[in-house]
C-alpha cells in the first residue's frame, strides 16, 4: 500500500528499498543493510563515523518509550555497529534501524500524536518522560534522540509537560 500510495505515485528520484518481506527478520535486516551499503555516497550521503545519513527520518514513540522496533530492556537499543537490526520480538519478527543510524538523520522528527480508549491523554505520559525525564536509554529507547529530533505533539501529549503547551 505505502509504495503504491507514495513511491509509485511519480516521485522522481526517490531511492526505494523494497525487501523481499520473506519473514525471516535476520534475512530482511541483512538485505536491507546491504541495499543501504550499496548505495553511493552521493544518492545516500555518510556521516564521519560511516553512519548512512538520510535527510529526514519521521519517528513514531510509543507509551513504553520504544522507537521503531527498539524496545525498553532489549539489546537492540544498544547496538552500535549496525546499521539495520532484526528484532525477533513478535511474530513475525521485524526489523529496525538502529538508534545511531535514527539519530545521523539530517532531520529527526518524533510524532505523537491522538488519543485512544486505552490512552485518554495520549501519550503524554511518555512525552514527558521523553523530552523532560532523566531517562536511561536502555530502559526509555526514545531519550537517545532528545537531542537529535524536533518533537511533534498535540495537545493530549504535551499535556504533562512542564511548560505549558501554546497553539
Known amino acids: 500500500k505505502a509504495r503504491a500510495g507514495f ?3 511519480g516521485w522522481a528520484g526517490v531511492n526505494a528499498i523494497v525487501l523481499s518481506g520473506s519473514g525471516d527478520a535476520g534475512a530482511e535486516a541483512n538485505e536491507y543493510a546491504a541495499q543501504l551499503a550499496a548505495l553511493p555516497a552521493e544518492k545516500l550521503p555518510r ?3 560511516g553512519l548512512p545519513c538520510f535527510d529526514l527520518a519521521i519517528i513514531g514513540v510509543g507509551d513504553d518509550g520504544h522507537v521503531g522496533s ?3 530492556d532489549r539489546d537492540e537499543v544498544l547496538a552500535t555497529e549496525e546499521w539495520v537490526l532484526p528484532v525477533e520480538m ?3 519478527g521485524s526489523i ?5 543510524v535514527m539519530a545521523s538523520a539530517k532531520n529527526v522528527v518524533i510524532a505523537a500524536c491522538g488519543v485512544s480508549e486505552k490512552y485518554p491523554k495520549g501519550k503524554s505520559a511518555a512525552m514527558k518522560r521523553a523530552i523532560e525525564g532523566a531517562e536511561e536509554l536502555q530502559t526509555f529507547p526514545a531519550a537517545g534522540l532528545r537531542k537529535a529530533a524536533a518533537w511533534i505533539i498535540d495537545e493530549a501529549a504535551a499535556s504533562e509537560l512542564s511548560t505549558p503547551y501554546q497553539p
Do not use: N, V
Open 90 to 92: 513478535k511474530i513475525p
Open 47 to 49: 556521516t564521519a563515523d
Open 70 to 72: 527498539l524496545y525498553p
Open 96 to 100: 529496525s534501524l538502529s538508534l545511531p
Open 7 to 9: 513511491l509509485d505515485a
